[in-house]
């Protein structure tokens, strides 16, 4: 009896051996890493056919008409994908790049709405579209972008800053950022003629807004990472700390 048991046995033990086989196919193909490689592919060719859009307008082989000039357009779509870029490489050891990807997939959809707001006169027919984006992308994404960076050079040893210490040198940088955008489109206005600077209490109020902005988004990073902290000490304080930090590990 026993063995006449054995063909089917091994026949099952087939089965479960290809259904496992599949599932790690399967698993392999949806993995993070392979759906982190398809986010960088993505957002890296939506930037350069933005950019060869731009890039044709100013050159006069389009002709889609803009209150800012193509050429600021050039260099605000070139300067913010190469600082991504930079950030990036350099934190890419301290945080996941399911987190590059995310907050680079923002910054594209922000470029992508300065531009198509400009095409489409959406900062004049919309009275919130220009404080809106000076707000999450002055201020919320140039804060974190900031932020993390700062953090990175930190576990490098390159500067040592604790928490809040980060949060206002990035803080700083963002700010000092937004002067350096609003001087550009005074300096772009000077040279090419156009109207990008609408006035000092416009400029005063993207400031203001960049600022809130990331203030905001920076109060938030300070109490969760004070919040991590403080939950990984009482882990290891308690008499299942290590063993607690040890699954978190593996789960992550």
Same mark, same amino acid.
């Given at each position: 009896?026993?063995k006449?048991n054995?063909p !089917?046995?091994?026949?099952?033990?087939?089965s /479960?051996?290809?259904?496992?086989?599949?599932?790690q196919?399967l698993? @392999?193909v949806f993995?993070?890493q +392979?759906?982190?490689? $398809?986010?960088?592919?993505?957002n890296?060719?939506?930037l350069?056919?933005?950019?060869i859009?731009?890039? %044709?307008n100013?050159l006069g082989?389009?002709? #889609?008409p803009?209150?800012?000039?193509?050429?600021?357009l050039i260099?605000?779509?070139?300067?913010a994908?190469? %600082? %991504?870029e930079?950030?990036?490489?350099i934190s890419?050891?301290?945080h996941?790049?399911?987190l590059s990807?995310?907050?680079m997939?923002?910054? /594209?959809?922000a470029? #992508?709405?300065?531009?198509l707001g400009?095409?489409?006169? &959406?900062?004049d027919?919309?009275i919130? #579209?220009?404080?809106?984006?000076?707000f999450?992308?002055?201020g919320?994404l140039?804060?974190?972008?900031?932020f993390?960076l700062i953090?990175? &050079?930190?576990h490098?040893g390159i500067?040592? &800053?604790r928490?809040?210490?980060i949060?206002?040198?990035?803080?700083?940088?963002?700010i000092?950022?937004?002067?350096? +955008?609003?001087?550009?489109? +005074?300096l772009?206005?000077? $040279?090419?003629g156009?109207n @990008?600077?609408?006035? $000092?209490?416009?400029?005063?109020?993207?400031?203001?807004?960049g /600022?809130? !902005?990331?203030?905001?988004?920076?109060?938030? %990073? /300070?109490?969760?990472? #004070?919040?991590?902290?403080?939950?990984k000490i009482?882990?290891?304080?308690?008499?299942?700390?290590?063993?607690?930090?040890?699954n978190?590990?593996?789960?992550?």
């Open positions: 009896m026993l006449s054995e !089917g046995k091994i026949d099952t033990i087939k /479960v051996s290809l259904v496992l086989k599949n599932e196919e698993t @392999s993995s993070r +392979y759906l982190n490689i $398809i986010l960088i592919s993505l890296r060719s939506l350069a056919a933005l950019l859009f731009e890039i %044709l100013a082989i389009l002709h #889609y803009v209150s800012f000039h193509w050429i600021a260099i605000t779509t070139g300067a994908w190469t %600082l %991504l930079a950030v990036f490489f890419r050891e301290n996941s790049p399911a990807n995310a907050i997939l923002a910054a /594209v959809a470029l #992508y709405a300065d531009t400009q095409v489409y006169s &959406l900062f027919r919309i919130w #579209y220009d404080q809106v984006l000076h999450f992308v002055g919320v140039c804060g974190t972008v900031s993390l953090q990175s &050079l930190e490098r500067i040592h &800053l928490t809040l210490g949060a206002s040198f990035a803080w700083i940088t963002t000092f950022l937004g002067l350096i +955008y609003e001087f550009g489109e +005074y772009l206005d000077s $040279i090419t156009s @990008s600077f609408v006035s $000092i209490d416009d400029t005063f109020n993207d400031l203001l807004l /600022v809130t !902005g990331s203030l905001s988004i920076l109060t938030i %990073l /300070v109490v969760y990472f #004070y919040y991590a902290r403080s939950v009482r882990q290891i304080d308690s008499p299942f700390g290590e063993s607690i930090k040890d978190k590990d593996n789960l992550v």
